[in-house]
């Protein structure tokens, strides 16, 4: 049912323009990488903090606060290097199972992380509690797979 | 004498092997990959403090203390799958322009770590609560981050074979940093 879509967004000048180029796929997929570089590690910070080990000297909401913006533009740098990427292959994509872990999974993680994570990571202090540890488990264990998943598109 | 060496390690029984594995390869390359959000991740929110942009009420001493171990067991990590995937086509990776350039530009960022670590970093009581660190601890962020980016770039770059020694002809100077002349010879 989505297959058209999916040939339509292969068809698109950008898709076509990545797929035609030589360097443009390798250096968006570099760019994607800088990208999950600063991802792991905003969300690192915070997730290890709330699992209480990491920067253990420091309250939860105060490191949640200062990741927030590199987490954003993180996602910002993914997204926008994702997107062309993906339209540069979307029929391979359609029928590759790690596409659709990770794009079942991502809007799972990103919901998580700014509707539920943010909030908790935001009033809590010193000694996260099991709830603040749960949360930071989760988070840690969506993300991974989101990139697990990603990483697999290339070799399935 | 080092390609004699390479090329009979490529040859090595688990060399073969790993290479032509169905799931080994791709598990010990996702792993590796994976990890740069560890390793790369944690070097960089630690440079972000150093140069001044981000966690600025936050104790550089904190970063170097309690982040500093996870970095390193990131780089042992991706150290060690480094290496296997470099065991897996040792000559190829050798003579790749982009491996070449990785491993130096590694070894600057190893040196501009160590320089920090023995200079500005020892008198971080000093400064380590200032929201803007020294100079020196300036600088060695702002390398460290510029350093690591590349090597993420070259890194993931190692994958093409556009300047591999049996794509000919090539610009003098490309066969001269993959050292193409060893491979005719």
């Not at chain 1, 990545?18 to 999950?36: K, M, N, Q, R, T």
């Not at chain 1, 292959?89 to 990103?110: D, G, H």
């Not at chain 2, 996870?70 to 990776?93: C, D, E, K, N």
């Not at chain 2, 070259?154 to 490309?174: E, H, K, M, S």
Request: aromatic residues 12%; charged residues 15%; positive net charge.
């Amino acid at each position: 049912m989505l297959e058209p879509f999916f040939r339509w967004c292969q068809s698109t000048l950008i898709g076509q323009a990545v797929a035609d180029s030589v360097w443009a796929f390798p250096i968006l997929e570099a760019v994607h990488l800088l990208g999950l570089c600063l991802l792991g590690g905003a969300l690192l910070v915070v997730d290890l903090r709330m699992l209480g080990v990491g920067l253990t000297g420091q309250p939860v909401s105060r490191l949640a606060r200062h990741a927030r913006p590199w987490l954003v533009a993180a996602i910002v740098v993914m997204v926008a290097t994702g997107v062309p990427l993906f339209l540069s292959e979307a029929i391979k994509a359609y029928y590759n199972t790690s596409f659709w872990v990770k794009m079942s999974t991502l809007p799972v993680a990103l919901g998580f992380t700014f509707g539920v994570r943010e909030r908790v990571a935001r009033n809590e202090g010193m000694e996260p509690g099991p709830r603040c540890k749960v949360i930071g488990a989760v988070s840690l264990a969506l993300w991974f797979t989101v990139a697990a998943a990603g990483r697999w598109i290339g070799f399935s | 004498m080092i390609d004699r060496f390479l090329a009979w390690l490529g040859e090595t029984p688990w060399s073969v092997a790993l290479l032509e594995s169905l799931y080994a390869w791709p598990l010990i390359e996702s792993t590796h990959v994976l990890t740069l959000g560890l390793f790369v991740g944690a070097t960089i929110m630690m440079d972000l403090r150093l140069t001044g942009l981000a966690f600025r009420n936050v104790p550089v001493q904190s970063f170097t203390g309690r982040l500093l171990p996870w970095t390193h067991a990131g780089f042992i990590v991706m150290t060690v799958t480094g290496l296997l995937l470099f065991y897996s086509q040792p000559l190829r990776y050798y003579h790749n322009v982009f491996f070449r350039v990785k491993v130096l530009v590694m070894i600057a960022a190893g040196i501009n770590a160590f320089v920090f670590h023995r200079g500005a970093h020892r008198r971080a009581a000093a400064w380590g609560a200032d929201a803007m660190p020294p100079r020196a601890a300036r600088i060695a962020g702002t390398v460290s981050l510029t350093a690591w980016a590349l090597v993420v770039v070259t890194g993931r770059l190692i994958a093409y074979n556009w300047f591999d020694c049996d794509i000919q002809p090539q610009p003098g100077w490309v066969n001269w940093l993959a050292g193409c002349e060893a491979v005719t010879e």
